[in-house]
Nanobody, 122 residues
């Protein structure tokens, strides 16, 4: 499985941005998580979506502002980010797992894409 995040950019505080994660290879039954990492900080869990898209869950820091969805026909997972704050600035990564359906731990995800930079200006 190969994953590639894209769509990052510069946005003002309070604005919105949607980043995408394109998957290729054996994508059937692949659950996907989103993580982010700011300079000097550990990688942080953002949210997760199951293969079917029926279940999502989010970190408290983004709950109510971020939404994860997926289009399996396009092998793409989306992270819609609204009401962005400067503290959301980070490199955002998507990660895949065939097994975990609700884990915030990076070690549970075997497949990682290159990240995309999101910068929120104040």
């Amino acid at each position: 499985v190969q994953l590639q995040a894209s769509g990052g950019g510069l946005v003002q505080a309070g604005g919105s941005l949607r980043v995408s994660c394109a998957a290729s290879g054996q994508t059937f039954s692949l659950h996907v998580g989103w993580f982010r990492q700011a300079p000097g900080k550990e990688r942080e869990f953002v949210g997760h979506i199951t293969w079917s898209g029926a279940t999502t869950f989010y970190a408290d820091s983004v709950k109510g502002r971020f939404t994860i969805s997926r289009d399996n026909a396009k092998n793409t997972v989306y992270l819609q980010m609204n009401s962005l704050k400067p503290e959301d600035t980070a490199v955002y990564y998507c990660a895949g797992s065939y097994y975990t359906t609700h884990s915030p731990r990076p070690i549970e995800y075997a497949y990682w894409g290159q990240g995309t930079q999101v910068t929120v200006s104040s």
